[in-house]
Structure formats: C-alpha cells, structure tokens
C-alpha cells in the first residue's frame, strides 16, 4: 500500500477510535445509558420478526409489507455475514482500555453494524409505506446506531456504513419491487 494512502488510513482509525471514545462518555449518565440499552435491544431480531409477522394485521397493505421486509431482511444478513466474517473488525472495547461493553455483544466482530443495518433498512421500507411515520421511524433508526457507539459496542463508521448498507438495501428492495 503507498505510504500516502496508508497514512490516511490510519489517520482516519485513529478518528474513528476517538470518536468512539468521546460518545462513550455519555455511558456514565445511567438515565441516558438506560435509555440507549433499551433503543438497542428493541432494536434486536425479534423486532423485526414481529413486525413482519404483526403487519399484514396492522395495515392494508401490510401483506406486501410483511413480504418486502423479509426479503430485506434476508438481503441485510447476507450482506452482514459476509462483511462481518471478511473485516473481522475488533470491537472498541477490546482495542482501548476506557471503552466497556454496556451490553452484552451478539458476536465477535464489529463491522458493520447489524442492529443500525438493520434499522435503517426498515425505517427506509416502512417509511416509504408509511410517510407519517417517517419522522419516528428514522429517529429510531438514529437512536439505535448513536446507542451502538455509546454502549462501547461498535466504532461511529460501523454504524455508519450500517446506516448506509441499511438505506441502500433497503432502496434497491423497494426499486426491484
């Protein structure tokens, strides 16, 4: 790798790593910490299943939704087992002493982040169903990645590539159907 492009690279972990270090802090206020706990275990598997289980009873359409939700879901974890198991990223608290794990990890590596994949790939499908909602669905979708960095459970870029690998599946889903 040219010097130039290495040293931009480990400029940019080093970003990352302080980044993760400085919304970690907020962990110290319990409210707050109770708070992000509870937007990222809503935000576990089960939710979604539900949801595409509840919605042909919820809504008109929700047959189609249900549908197209889990064909997007099938889609994300394709995409994140793939990318999980060939980055094999460290978590951050296994790479700096001030960051602790808040919450209890689904598995060992951290890019990219499954539960804001995950998040904003529905908020990105229901809300195209459901415009009114929009606004509480991406706030949501937010919530959970912000608690991802604040638990010490993932770095800002795995939660921001998740938010992105979310909306895009979730767009190229909707486009296909």
């Known amino acids: 790798m040219p010097p130039w492009l290495d040293s931009g690279r480990l400029r940019g972990a080093e970003l990352d790593l ?18 992000l ?6 935000a576990d598997g089960p939710l979604w299943v539900a949801l595409i289980v509840l919605l042909p009873w919820l809504s008109e359409g929700g047959g189609r939704e249900a549908g197209l939700m889990l064909l997007l879901g099938a889609v994300n974890l394709a995409v994140y087992y793939t990318l999980k198991r060939s980055t094999r990223r460290q978590r951050p608290f296994e790479r700096c002493h001030d ?5 209890k990890v689904p598995d060992a ?3 990219p982040s499954g539960h804001t994949l995950h998040a904003f790939a529905f908020a990105m499908l229901l809300a195209s169903f459901h415009p009114a909602l929009a606004p509480l669905l991406w706030g949501f979708a937010a919530l959970v990645g912000l608690s991802r960095v604040v ?11 998740g938010a992105l690998l979310g909306t895009a599946t979730a767009s190229l889903v909707r486009l296909v159907h």
Do not use: E, N, T, Y
């Not at 980044?19 to 206020?29: E, I, N």
């Open 109 to 111: 590596f951290s890019f």
């Open 18 to 35: 302080r980044g993760a270090q400085a919304l970690h802090r907020a962990a110290a206020r319990p409210l707050l910490l109770h708070l």
């Open 37 to 42: 706990a509870l937007c990222s275990r809503l």
């Open 99 to 103: 960051i602790r794990a808040c919450l």
């Open 151 to 161: 638990l010490g459970l993932h770095f800002p870029s795995d939660v921001l590539f």
